[in-house]
Structure formats: structure tokens, C-alpha cells
């Protein structure tokens, strides 16, 4: 378009130039200059409009329709927006440990057992809310391991409500899938583990961070034999190199 528009003002300025042949010279230097301004004036507004096309485009947080999506592999499948404000992951994890003995030096049993068999699914929705769910069927059971929402909205801190780590040593809240061996250590015995509660995580340091939450029940479905008791946790770590 813009092309044409050029190409327009250009012929309308010959045939200016040669209707006016017997101007003087004033009169035909004005008469282009003002082809030029209009000329200039035309490429500006083409110029500004397309750029206002181009960035509406995306702004429009209303317009789904109009964020390009794409999926990804590893780990997990991951489907989100460019912008990386939308995202909807599914994950699964299927450990299994196997035990074999010699007969002739020890009188154990040989045995295999499904250790662990999670699926999982995890949304992000818009800038600041995020949610996750895990169930493990091991163990021919149904439990809910993960089952929160958190808000990253505030500038020195996130929020997480619902079932989760309780920030109560490193053994614990250490994935399975990057612990060392296939069991955790003995101090495991002695940690809270995973229940319902309300934890804040201080986001302002790039090498330290601050936690703290009041948990109560671990979401259990079976009916507790006593009142379910309450804990108030405070973790913090530092690393220096």
C-alpha cells in the first residue's frame, strides 16, 4: 500500500510540474516541497498504524485466541503460551525397587514392589496464580501427595495454601527422584512431612530465602482417632558460594 500511495504522489507531481512548465522557478520549488510533505506526512501514518496492529496483537489479555501455544517434552508434557504466562503441564514418575539374595549366604526373601507410581497435573494462570495436584497409587492405595494453590503476585514473597511440604529439613523436602539412594535417611522418621496448611516464601534474596507456615492435618480421608493437632514453622538457609 504504501508503495502505491508513493507511486500516486508521484505521478500527481508530474503531471503538477508540467502544468505549471511556464511557472517560474519559486513557484515550482514550493510545489515540491509541499509533494515531499505530503509524502512524508502519508509513509508516518502507514508506518504508525501497522506498528499499532502489530502490538495489539498481544495485549489483549482477553483475546486467548490470539497468544500462539505450543507444547514441550522433558520432563513431563508441558503445553503453555509464548508469553509463558499460560501453561498446563502433565507428569507421572513409576519407580520400582527389586532385592535379590544368594541363598547359600543369607536366608532372605527375593522380592519386587512398585515403590512409587505418581501422576500429576500443574497449571499456570496468568502472571501470578499457579496451582498442583499429585496422587501416588502405590501400594495398591490412592493418596493425595500434592494439592495446593499459590499466588506469586506480591513482590517480596509467595503464598501456598493447601496440602504440601511442610519446610521442615532438607531430607524431606528433597525430590525422590534426586535423593542418593532408594531410602532416605533415619532423620526422615522424625520430620512432619506433607500436610494442609498455609506457607510464605520470601522471594528478595538471590542466595538466601526465608519460610514460614501454620499446618495442620496431613489430608488424610480416614477418620482421626484424636484432634488433629497444629505447627507453626519457621526455615531459612543461606549459600554462600
Not at 503460551?81 to 547359600?104: H, N, P, Q
Not at 499459590?150 to 513482590?155: D, E, P
Not at 496440602?163 to 531410602?183: A, C, D, N, R
Not at 514460614?212 to 558460594?241: C, W
Request: overall charge neutral; aromatic content about 10%.
Amino acid at each position: 500500500m504504501q508503495k502505491q500511495l508513493s507511486q500516486v504522489i508521484f505521478l500527481l507531481s508530474c503531471c503538477l510540474v508540467s502544468g505549471t512548465s511556464q511557472a517560474s522557478d519559486k513557484d515550482l520549488r514550493a510545489l515540491q516541497t509541499r509533494v515531499k510533505t505530503l509524502e512524508n506526512f502519508i509513509e508516518s501514518y502507514i508506518s504508525k498504524q501497522t506498528n499499532q496492529q502489530e502490538s495489539s496483537t498481544y495485549k489483549t489479555k482477553k483475546d486467548y485466541a490470539a497468544k500462539p501455544a505450543f507444547a514441550e517434552l522433558g520432563p513431563g508434557l508441558k503445553l503453555r503460551t509464548l508469553d509463558d504466562e499460560y501453561a498446563f503441564k502433565l507428569s507421572g514418575r513409576i519407580m520400582v525397587d527389586y532385592a535379590g539374595y544368594d541363598d547359600d549366604q543369607f536366608d532372605y526373601s527375593d522380592g519386587t514392589i512398585i515403590r512409587r507410581l505418581r501422576i500429576g497435573v500443574a497449571s499456570k494462570v496468568g502472571p501470578d496464580w499457579s496451582w498442583r495436584f499429585a496422587t501416588d497409587f502405590a501400594g495398591n492405595n490412592a493418596a493425595v501427595r500434592d494439592s495446593y494453590i499459590r499466588y506469586s503476585g506480591f513482590k517480596r514473597a509467595n503464598v501456598t495454601i493447601g496440602q504440601q511440604y511442610e519446610q521442615f529439613g532438607m531430607s524431606s523436602l528433597t525430590s525422590s527422584k534426586y535423593i542418593t539412594s532408594i531410602e532416605r535417611s533415619v532423620t526422615t522418621a522424625l520430620q512432619p512431612g506433607r500436610r494442609i496448611g498455609i506457607n510464605v516464601d520470601s522471594k528478595t534474596g538471590e542466595n538466601w530465602a526465608v519460610h514460614t507456615g501454620i499446618f495442620g492435618s496431613t489430608g488424610s480421608t480416614e477418620q482421626p482417632s484424636d484432634d488433629d493437632g497444629y505447627s507453626a514453622t519457621i526455615r531459612g538457609h543461606v549459600t554462600p558460594l
